[in-house]
Nanobody, 124 residues
Framework: QVRLVESGGGSVQAGGSLRLSCAAS????????MGWFRQAPGKEREFVAA????????YSTGSVKGRFTISRDNAKNTVYLQMNSLKREDTAVYYC?????????????????WGQGTQVTVSS
């Protein structure tokens, strides 16, 4: 069982930055791939970025490439999402999620555990 708690959301003007954090419980954090997803009002949840359990590989969706960076600190059981050059269309509830290391990293499926989400609002 993994419990995930996101933090760091808030309101920011377009062009600004935020860093989201996701703290995980348990001693097996380093055996899980970690991902970030988001859901805007009236839209389906979409994949944002993911990082391998070891921290060696990462990938992100095209709309955030060059602006968002995922990272993790296995010693702190925490995954981060650094968001720069924020746009209004980045407004959403952001969720972190975990899936076991033996599932395909490059897939938006297979996540077993989810956080409660943190709101990010970008205004112009």
């Amino acid at each position: 069982q993994v419990r995930l708690v996101e933090s760091g959301g808030g309101s920011v003007q377009a062009g600004g930055s935020l860093r989201l954090s996701c703290a995980a419980s348990g001693r097996t954090f380093s055996t899980y791939h970690m991902g970030w997803f988001r859901q805007a009002p009236g839209k389906e949840r979409e994949f944002v970025a993911a990082m391998a359990y070891s921290g060696g590989s990462a990938y992100s969706t095209g709309s955030v490439k060059g602006r968002f960076t995922i990272s993790r600190d296995n010693a702190k059981n925490t995954v981060y999402l650094q968001m720069n050059s924020l746009k209004r269309e980045d407004t959403a509830v952001y969720y972190c999620a975990a899936k076991p290391w033996n599932r395909k990293l490059e897939s938006a499926d297979g996540y077993d555990y989810w956080g409660q989400g943190t709101q990010v609002t970008v205004s112009s």
